[in-house]
């Protein structure tokens, strides 16, 4: 299958283009027994990088990848309005997507990978049907955030809800296809340099069970 990673605001259509040469800073496939062999070419095909990959068993793979970190200056009020936007009145990027091309277990899809902030699903969710519901605990340095905004997007319009006190937040999976969880989280760095906060991107795809 062809993997794929791009920007844009309304999931799955891409916007924005970057290459990978000052984007994507690792880019790892985990399968049931630990790392799977993965190829580290990327090309561009229209407004993503895309990779070919061979998934090298019947079963469930977790794609992971993260971002190198970039700069940006904001204004004041630019930067308070970034903050609305992304429901982050409580004042970090990583991505992971889940495969399956068959019959297998699936445990270590709901398992941390050990990024700096990530979503962990409770349940398999490339198992997921139209109407089932999906749990996700969002980690940051291993440890549960509440009071975030979680979006999850499959079409024009995203369905947003807070974590509860232990991370986690729930959806109905209302449509088959393509289905994105994101959400932004932020920290102030405590000794800052050219940047004064961190921002995480935090990502999961999935596509439904056909």
Not at 120 to 126: L, S
Not at 132 to 161: D, I, M, N, R, Y
Not at 164 to 192: C, E
Request: charged share 20%.
């Amino acid at each position: 299958m062809t993997i794929t990673a791009g920007v844009g605001e309304k999931f799955p259509t891409r916007t924005n283009f970057r290459s990978r040469d000052n984007w994507l800073a690792e880019w790892r496939l985990v399968g049931v027994t630990g790392d799977a062999p993965l190829s580290k070419d990327f090309r561009r095909s229209n407004l993503v990088m895309a990779s070919d990959v061979t998934l090298p068993a019947s079963g469930a793979f977790l794609g992971v990848a993260t971002v190198t970190a970039q700069t940006i200056e904001m204004k004041g009020q630019e930067f308070t309005d970034y903050l609305k936007e992304e429901g982050l009145e409580n004042i970090i990027a990583a991505a992971k997507i889940a495969l399956r091309n068959g019959p297998g277990p699936a445990l270590h899809l709901t398992r941390a990978a050990g990024l700096r902030a990530e979503f962990i699903p409770a349940t398999d969710p490339t198992m997921i049907r139209t109407g089932g519901t999906l749990t996700v605990q969002l980690l940051a340095e291993g440890k549960p955030v509440s009071g975030a905004q979680v979006s999850a997007v499959s079409g024009e319009k995203p369905v947003s809800a807070q974590t509860d006190k232990d991370g986690r937040v729930t959806f109905t999976i209302d449509r088959s296809g393509a289905w994105l969880i994101k959400t932004v989280h932020m920290v102030r760095l405590s000794q800052p340099t050219e940047a004064e906060w961190e921002s995480y991107w935090v990502t999961l795809a999935f596509h439904t069970a056909s």
